[in-house]
């Protein structure tokens, strides 16, 4: 019997978003144990009003999956790779069979030995495209061991991908929605809002972000807390909230233009979709609906407008989480007291 684990979740909001493909105020849900994160992310949506509004740019979106053969000899792999580059179109037919929202994108590969990696990228609709990618790179092998009998299986996923890992790859080449979200914030918000100092907030990214996420070993990361945000909002909306892992890796940009702070956020890798499983469920139609994400649009235009709101808020909490940590002490006494305060709630409930 399924049953349903429980997550408390609030929205936050208003959050003003600006751009070539969304001019909106949108509220936006969080699922989330760590209460906190509600005040801070809102925090960050109220600068996001005084400001003007965040501006969010979708530079590339492509899902990806990839598999890996066994050819005779490495030249065998390379002759398949250089005859792959004529069968383009036979691919794309191939796939098409399944469904009519999938379009191959392109093909990267890795010869390893006499080991062929080959990482199919699609576009995938309004789906975040996992099982879709993956039936799709299945009709594919078939139709390579076929045709190429110097090539045998190995696996529909050769890890090339690279899904729920950690990657360099995937922030190279990409997998999900790339989002860039900005954002000019005047001195006098920092003041009244943030109760900190711009400049401040731009020393704290170089010496925390980039320097310590060096120092640490991050891989195509340095930022402050990207995951926490992303699961929030993965879980609130139906999302495979394991994606979580690729999408944490990303990059916080901040400096002084003159006397206003720009701060940036960008999310290389966010895998979201507004239909497939999950999206059943009828909160998440809900909120899916309460953010615009279920209109009669284009295919894949829901699930950008989506993948566009939830950088939004990524920057959000980012921005109000830096500005409380350059303020000794800020940090620790707002969980406390926050997490103070709902536990009290509870227990008089």
Known sequence: MTQHANVPMQFIGPMKLIGNEINDEVMVPLATYETPLWATTNRGAKVSRQSGGIR?????????????????????????????????????????????????????????????????????????????????????????????????????????????????????????????????????????????EPELI???????????????????????????????????????????VEGSQGFVHAEMRGDDLYFSATIPNIIVGTVGNGKHLPFVQENLALMGCRENRAPGANARRLAMICAGAVLCGELSL???????????????AMERHALKDKQSA
């Open 56 to 196: 969010v740019t979708v530079v590339d979106e492509r899902m990806c999956r990839s598999i890996v053969l066994e050819a005779h000899t490495a030249q065998d792999a390379v002759n398949v790779v250089a005859s792959l580059r004529q069968q383009f179109d036979i691919l794309q037919q191939i796939i098409s069979e399944k469904s009519r929202f999938v379009k191959l994108l392109d093909i990267h590969h890795q010869i390893i030995g006499n080991l062929l990696y080959l990482r199919f990228e699609f576009k995938t609709g309004d789906a975040s495209g996992h099982n879709m990618v993956t039936q799709a790179s299945d009709d594919m092998m078939k139709w390579l061991l076929s045709t190429f009998t110097c090539l045998r299986h190995i696996s529909v996923s050769g890890n090339f991908c690279v899904d729920k890992k950690v990657s360099a790859v995937n922030g190279i080449l990409g997998r999900g929605k790339n989002v860039v979200t900005e954002i000019l914030i005047p001195r006098q918000v920092c003041h009244e809002t943030l109760k900190t």
């Open 322 to 336: 830096m500005a409380a940590q350059t303020n000794p002490g800020e940090l620790m006494r707002s969980h406390v």
């Open 202 to 244: 731009a020393e704290l990214n170089i010496k925390k972000n980039l320097i310590g996420s060096n120092i640490a070993g991050g891989v195509r990361t340095a930022n402050a807390h990207f995951a926490n945000i992303l699961l929030g909002f993965y879980l609130a909306t139906g999302q495979d909230a394991a994606n979580i």
